[in-house]
């Protein structure tokens, strides 16, 4: 299976792969919030080079200062890219100073909430459906085969449990006294109100091979109920 998604061009919201946490920064996005500065993103966003201040001034009707400032606040913020270049064409002595120039930001702001990750479920059926048309088996068995592969992509590097469920979406509320951990989230759940059977047997593998991954010693089993995931994280 190819790597779970993660960083991308472009800001598309209501999805992303568990890791990136500075794609679901809250604080980024809010620098999207100033009318001026969402104008400017757009703009250059919808361009096919580099934008100087002057030009983006223009397009928005802006004060060069005031748009230099929106503009540096969004390269701050990780939604611009900054490059330098002589917009004369011109090199060596009386070519004139380099601008500074701005382009849309090579990585993906995501919002969702609560936490949706169809990204992760996609690449799961999508590398399930490549694998059962190049080998003799079923589709259940290409997808959990997929799901498994997929959990253990996620535990990779992570030492937490606890962590490793936040991070994914899950929000696990631990602390019964019965030890089970419950997963306050569906982080797939559109999907499951319309495929709930195929969806929650994937989450099942997935969520198993990655507490193995871990070498924990708890399981995951299907327990559906309202209102939270279908599967749980109940002690060995």
Same mark, same amino acid.
């Given at each position: 299976?190819?790597? #779970?998604?993660?960083?991308? @061009?472009?800001?598309?919201?209501?999805?992303?792969?568990?890791?990136?946490?500075?794609?679901?920064?809250?604080?980024?996005?809010?620098? *999207?919030g100033d009318r001026a500065r969402r104008q400017l993103y757009e703009y250059i966003a919808a361009q096919d080079h580099p934008v100087s201040r002057d030009e983006a001034a223009d397009a928005t009707g802006l004060k060069r200062p005031t748009a230099a400032f929106h503009l540096e606040r969004l390269a701050t913020d990780g939604l611009l890219d900054v490059c330098f270049a002589r917009l004369?064409? +011109?090199?060596?002595?009386? @070519?004139?100073?380099?601008?500074?120039?701005?382009?849309? @930001?090579? +990585?993906?702001?995501?919002?969702? #909430?609560?936490?949706?990750?169809?990204?992760?479920?996609?690449?799961?059926?999508?590398?399930?459906?490549?694998?059962?048309?190049?080998?003799?088996?079923?589709?259940?068995?290409?997808?959990?085969? %997929? %799901?498994?592969?997929?959990?253990?992509?996620?535990?990779?590097? =992570?030492?937490? *449990?606890?962590?490793?469920?936040?991070? @994914?979406?899950?929000?696990?509320?631990?602390?019964?006294?019965?030890?089970?951990?419950?997963?306050? $989230?569906?982080?797939?759940?559109?999907?499951?109100?319309?495929?709930?059977?195929?969806? &929650?047997?994937? $989450? !099942?593998?997935?969520?198993?091979? %990655?507490?193995?991954?871990?070498?924990?010693?708890?399981?995951? +089993? !299907?327990?559906?109920?309202?209102? +939270? &995931? =279908?599967?749980?994280?109940?002690?060995?």
């Amino acid at each position: 299976m190819t790597g #779970l998604p993660g960083r991308q @061009a472009g800001l598309v919201p209501g999805d992303e792969a568990p890791g990136g946490g500075s794609q679901r920064d809250p604080a980024t996005l809010a620098a *999207l919030g100033d009318r001026a500065r969402r104008q400017l993103y757009e703009y250059i966003a919808a361009q096919d080079h580099p934008v100087s201040r002057d030009e983006a001034a223009d397009a928005t009707g802006l004060k060069r200062p005031t748009a230099a400032f929106h503009l540096e606040r969004l390269a701050t913020d990780g939604l611009l890219d900054v490059c330098f270049a002589r917009l004369s064409g +011109r090199t060596g002595p009386g @070519a004139g100073r380099t601008a500074k120039l701005y382009v849309r @930001a090579q +990585r993906q702001i995501d919002v969702s #909430l609560p936490p949706r990750r169809y990204l992760i479920l996609g690449d799961v059926l999508a590398s399930a459906l490549d694998e059962a048309q190049r080998r003799p088996e079923t589709a259940g068995e290409a997808g959990a085969r %997929a %799901a498994e592969r997929a959990g253990r992509q996620l535990a990779g590097g =992570c030492q937490d *449990l606890a962590q490793l469920l936040a991070e @994914a979406g899950y929000q696990p509320r631990a602390g019964r006294d019965d030890g089970v951990t419950l997963l306050a $989230n569906c982080p797939f759940h559109e999907l499951v109100v319309r495929h709930p059977q195929l969806v &929650c047997t994937l $989450n !099942l593998h997935l969520l198993q091979a %990655a507490l193995a991954e871990l070498g924990r010693p708890e399981q995951a +089993r !299907l327990d559906p109920a309202p209102g +939270r &995931c =279908c599967v749980t994280i109940v002690p060995a």
